[in-house]
């Protein structure tokens, strides 16, 4: 059986040979040995074992979780596959957020965010070059992406300069990144060549200045 794990390197796995390991050290073969076992039966040698049971459950690991999420003890099955092994539970809050966000951006819709997002950028780019400041990847908008920039700002030197301004960007090997989303405004790019201004006019140096 070929599988792969973290970061796709593959690898072989013989269920045999590990049901032959687990018997001769009298171990039952659990969960964290392996996920993508869980839905195969690895019974090669214990007849007596049939299945694997879950420590607890939750409502998640049912086979019919309740609609209203209220456990009733005549219908506590566990999941019949891998799912009976799940550890937490639904993340409510987070699902009606993402279903929120979800209907807010089918709303507004996706071409009319993208058109948003590559506005700002022109106008960032465009601020930057009256800084004299450099962009760390393309300018035309068929080979940029809509939402992300690099500005050739040393991140070491800056970073704290901006959090001190209340400015939140991420560093990268070239400069700082400037995310965009639809929330986004003119008046965000504004402020942020603001706070690059203010430090090349205090200082004396041009923005490119660290």
Not at 44 to 49: I, N
Not at 154 to 180: H, Q, T
């Amino acid at each position: 059986m070929a599988t792969t794990y973290l970061l796709g390197f593959p690898f072989s796995i013989e269920l045999p040979e590990i049901g032959r390991f687990r018997a001769t050290g009298g171990i039952a073969l659990t969960p964290e040995f392996a996920a993508v076992l869980i839905a195969i039966s690895v019974n090669s040698s214990d007849r007596t074992r049939t299945e694997l049971e879950p420590a607890y459950l939750a409502a998640i690991s049912l086979a019919n979780p309740p609609s209203d999420f209220i456990a009733r003890p005549d219908d506590i099955a566990p999941a019949p596959t891998s799912g009976r092994f799940e550890l937490g539970n639904f993340n409510l809050p987070a699902i009606q957020a993402l279903g929120a966000a979800l209907d807010l951006i089918n709303e507004l819709g996706v071409e009319k965010i993208q058109a948003h997002c590559f506005d700002l950028g022109d106008r960032l780019i465009a601020g930057l070059d009256e800084l004299g400041v450099g962009l760390v990847g393309p300018r035309d908008r068929s080979n940029r992406a809509p939402h992300i920039y690099v500005a050739a700002l040393p991140a070491d030197d800056w970073i704290d300069y901006f959090a001190s301004n209340d400015v939140r960007v991420s560093p990268e090997r070239d400069g700082v990144r400037i995310s965009l989303g639809m929330f986004n405004t003119e008046a965000d790019i504004d402020c942020f060549l603001a706070v690059v201004k203010e430090r090349g006019s205090s200082t004396g140096r041009s923005s490119k200045a660290t």
